[in-house]
């Protein structure tokens, strides 16, 4: 078992900053890749961001590629996400979520590749 918790979220002008954690407890956090969700009102809950077990391999939707940077700090058992250049498009309760295993798979997009996810922080940009 794996208990993410996430922290950071909040209300932020456009063109802003935010930086989300998840801390992870459990199961040792390097035995998993982690990634990053969204859910914005009305819309699906869609993939932002992956991350390997040492966090040499890293992935990116494309709308978010180039203001958005993964990373993890295993001695710490946390996860990030720096947000940069916010739009209030990105707004959206953001989860995180640990896959189940150390490696990302070609489908490190899809919702069912992770089994423990977050109960989300809200993260809203004003126009």
């Known amino acids: 078992q794996v208990q993410l918790v996430e922290s950071g979220g909040g209300l932020v002008q456009g063109g802003g900053s935010l930086k989300l954690s998840c801390a992870a407890s459990?199961?040792?956090?390097?035995?998993?890749?982690m990634g990053w969700f969204r859910q914005g009102p009305g819309k699906e809950r869609e993939f932002v961001a992956a991350i390997s077990w040492s966090g040499a391999i890293t992935y990116y939707a494309y709308s978010v590629k180039g203001r958005f940077t993964i990373s993890r700090d295993n001695a710490k058992n946390t996860m990030y996400l720096e947000m940069n250049s916010l739009k209030p498009e990105d707004t959206a309760v953001y989860y995180c979520?640990?896959?189940?295993?150390?490696?990302?798979?070609?489908?490190?997009?899809?919702?069912?590749?992770?089994?423990?996810w977050g109960q989300g922080t809200q993260v809203t940009v004003s126009s």
């Open positions: 979520a640990a896959a189940p295993s150390r490696y990302l798979t070609g489908t490190y997009y899809r919702r069912n590749e992770y089994n423990f």
């Open positions: 459990g199961r040792t956090f390097s035995s998993n890749a």
